[in-house]
């Protein structure tokens, strides 16, 4: 005859059940290294882990943002320098060159130099990174500059035509054609630059936190561009017209070329200082960078905390609980047996 004690073997079953059911848990905790594999088996910390990683991926987005910003504006900060180095060389070269310009070999150097420093300074202006031209400002697409260094120069040369200064013609003047290039240039009367072909003259604006833009770099007709260019198509068209200045009045050519390295110096003022304020947006783009990933460092933190399983602790505990339940086994097998024979 069994005896049958009801209570107790329901009592066993059920703490063997739970057994099982939190073995099964620490289980996938090993297996894939979270705590749960729902986020309503966190509890409380469900909306908390929520909360964590929704500013995380927004921190994310702004870092990429700020990133692809770094990597153009210092492409970027490259072409200006060489802009800058081409002022350097041009304003040595006139110094060097000025008491042989009545040389007709060195004139014709000079003349060669310049339209090589225009033709570099387009080409620097032109720089392309990433699918997109970084001198066009919004108009991504458009080559700021599509015209080579010899139609510069005949743009130039055509506004000293119109008006009124043909090869050949005196008396023409120092003035006369820093106003002509002045108009080309778009500087005096303010204008579109001649030269430039985008119809945006706009900083590119990046988000850089949910309540900051940050606008930076410079488009090719940017002032500091037009003043360079000033100066190389005032050495050209001086020394094109050397014989027309010299015409007009003994030492007339050697004001025009003054006046040329004089603004060359100017502009290379202007892009150095160019340089310089992109220089201070880097800055800020990477102060504002390092910020956002040291946050995302403690989210990933707060993260890990909340939802990754401990799976040494883990480990432990399957062994505990395999114990457990091998107990647990033990004892409702024993209970099974039990019978009045064992007690007579």
Not at 16 to 26: C, F, P
């Amino acid at each position: 005859m069994r005896i049958a004690n009801l209570a107790q073997t329901l009592l066993i079953r059920n703490q063997t059940l739970e057994t099982q059911s939190r073995l099964q848990i620490v289980e996938q905790q090993i297996a894939s290294g979270y705590k749960s594999q729902v986020f309503s088996g966190l509890g409380g910390e469900s909306k908390k882990l929520l909360d964590f990683d929704q500013a995380k991926s927004s921190l994310g987005t702004y870092v990429d943002s700020i990133m692809a910003a770094e990597r153009r504006a210092k492409v970027m900060d490259a072409a200006m320098l060489q802009v800058s180095d081409i002022a350097k060389d041009m304003r040595a070269d006139n110094i060097a060159t000025f008491p042989f310009m009545y040389d007709a070999s060195v004139r014709q150097n000079v003349l060669t130099r310049s339209e090589e420093a225009i033709g570099t300074t387009i080409s620097a202006l032109n720089a392309q990174f990433e699918g997109r031209f970084l001198f066009s400002g919004y108009e991504l697409a458009t080559k700021p500059i599509d015209d080579t260094a010899a139609d510069v120069i005949a743009g130039a040369e055509a506004v000293l035509v119109a008006n009124g200064f043909p090869a050949g013609t005196q008396p023409i003047t120092p003035a006369d054609i820093e106003a002509a290039v002045d108009e080309y240039l778009g500087i005096a009367p303010a204008a579109a630059a001649g030269y430039y072909e985008s119809g945006s003259s706009d900083e590119i604006a990046v988000r850089i936190d949910a309540s900051q833009e940050l606008t930076y770099g410079v488009t090719a007709d940017d002032d500091a561009f037009r003043t360079v260019l000033k100066g190389y198509l005032m050495t050209s068209l001086s020394v094109s017209r050397y014989d027309d200045l010299e015409g007009t009045a003994q030492g007339s050519f050697d004001t025009a070329y003054e006046n040329a390295r004089t603004v060359i110096e100017q502009g290379d003022d202007a892009v150095n200082g160019a340089v310089g304020q992109l220089g201070i947006q880097r800055q800020k783009m990477e102060t504002t960078r390092l910020g956002h990933e040291s946050t995302i460092d403690i989210l990933t933190q707060s993260i890990s905390e909340i939802q990754d399983a401990d799976v040494y602790e883990a480990i432990t505990e399957l062994q505990r609980l395999q114990v457990q339940l091998q107990g647990s086994y033990q004892v409702t097998s024993q209970l099974a047996n039990l019978s009045l024979v064992n007690f007579i």
